[in-house]
């Protein structure tokens, strides 16, 4: 994951064990309580990227007591916009996450730090630099550059930022990460915001995990994924001889022969040309497909092995190249592997999903797409601990 996503950990501390799920890509201002002058306000923050186009709009409410946050700027599985809130109270000691287009919740108690502000709501700060005073959103602020430490999936990692600070106000008004990213309050309205804003959203089904909420439980996904599995076993055992043979052994004018006469007077002629042409086409896709030992090897001609890592089953399809592998590393180590070798070459990180090192990422580079994802094992002999799966896709594949 880049710098500028896991800086993040400025906002709550629970935000920021979610960022590789919610794929914020920029440092974002602590959306915390605090006890300065002004301690009920509701605001635009904007996130500004490098060339100053503004990316996104998220509506903030705080009050001496509660936060909410609507428009956070997410993504989901292939980088699909998702529509989503977060609510923090701290009488009640709760959070809310909100996924507003599936009707999801996820409730988790807040912690004390939730409440922090700024960027002081990390780990360490190693220094702070004084650059002079400007104004934000019609306050007067100081300008400092600060550096800032924390712990990331269990590696320490170093920030630069550059903050704009009022004495109104314990969290910045501004923040800049090193790639010149911008977050921004903006309309800052003073008057305390209406308490209907902080009540739990109703109507909303809850579920127990945070990948969940974002319209990615995998245990459900794993579960849907053995049920067709065993779905297409049955259907296996009801095909006629033919059907079961290998696509690369048929012979298709035979094949299609036996179809037609199967069909026999059951179909007009026209419905008959019509099925026979849907049949040669799903044929000459399913002649494409190969499926053992080195019949992906074709991706290593794009992608880096990782060291140490076994292949085990590989398949390939119709402009897809799929590759799972035994590792005895975590999948977070493997992630970064990809990133760090990928990205060197141009490819772009969409981000990543991992929850008790499970999950999965997602790299993109002109029209061929890369992701990543955990799975169980398929037969990989070997003492290996963790499994993962690769899936390359692109038109010249």
């Known amino acids: 994951m880049k710098a500028n996503q896991t800086k993040l950990s400025m906002s709550f501390k629970w935000v920021f064990i979610a960022t590789v799920m919610l794929l914020f890509v920029s440092v974002a201002p602590s959306y915390a309580l605090f006890s300065g002058k002004i301690d009920s306000f509701s605001a635009d923050n904007v996130k500004i990227d490098s060339n100053g186009k503004v990316i996104n709009t998220a509506k903030l409410y705080v009050t001496e007591d509660a936060v909410r946050i609507d428009g956070i700027p997410a993504a989901g599985m292939g980088g699909v916009n998702l529509n989503l809130s977060m609510l923090i109270l701290k009488k009640q000691n709760k959070s809310y996450f909100y996924n507003h287009d599936k009707k999801l919740m996820f409730e988790a108690p807040a912690d004390e730090k939730d409440f922090s502000a700024g960027y002081k709501a990390l780990d360490n700060i190693d220094s702070e630099k004084m650059l002079g005073k400007e104004t934000v959103s019609g306050y007067k602020c100081v300008k400092k550059e600060v550096i800032t430490s924390t712990q990331v999936m269990g ?27 911008i977050q921004e309050m903006r309309n800052i309205n003073t008057d305390k915001p209406s308490k209907k804003l902080f009540q739990p959203i109703s109507g909303y089904k809850k579920v127990d995990n945070m990948m969940a909420v974002m319209g990615m439980d995998f245990g459900a996904m794993m579960s849907r994924e053995n049920d067709r599995e ?12 033919f059907a079961r043979q290998n696509p690369e052994n048929m012979d298709v004018n035979k094949m299609m022969e036996q179809m037609s006469q199967a069909m026999g007077n059951n179909m007009s002629s026209e419905k008959k040309a019509q099925f026979m042409q849907t049949m040669t086409h799903a044929m000459n896709q399913a002649k494409e497909t190969k499926e053992g030992p080195g019949a992906a090897k074709q991706i290593w001609q794009t992608i880096p092995k990782r060291p140490g890592d076994k292949i085990g089953a590989e398949l390939k399809t119709t402009h897809a190249l799929n590759v799972t592998m035994g ?3 975590s999948l977070t180590s493997v992630f970064n592997f990809y990133k760090n070798k990928l990205t060197a070459k141009g490819w772009k990180d969409q981000g990543m999903y991992l929850q008790n090192d499970e999950g999965s990422m997602h790299l993109t580079k002109g029209q061929q797409s890369l992701t990543i994802s955990s799975a ?22």
């Open 155 to 181: 590696q320490n990692m170093k920030f630069k930022l550059v903050v704009w600070e009022s004495d109104k106000f314990e969290m910045p008004l501004r923040t800049m990460d090193e790639d010149g990213d």
């Open 230 to 241: 065993e779905e297409e076993e049955e259907e296996a055992q009801t095909m006629p001889n």
């Open 327 to 329: 590792t005895n590393a």
């Open 376 to 397: 169980e094992n398929p037969g990989i002999k070997g003492n290996f601990s963790k499994f993962y799966m690769m899936q390359l896709q692109g038109p010249n594949i």
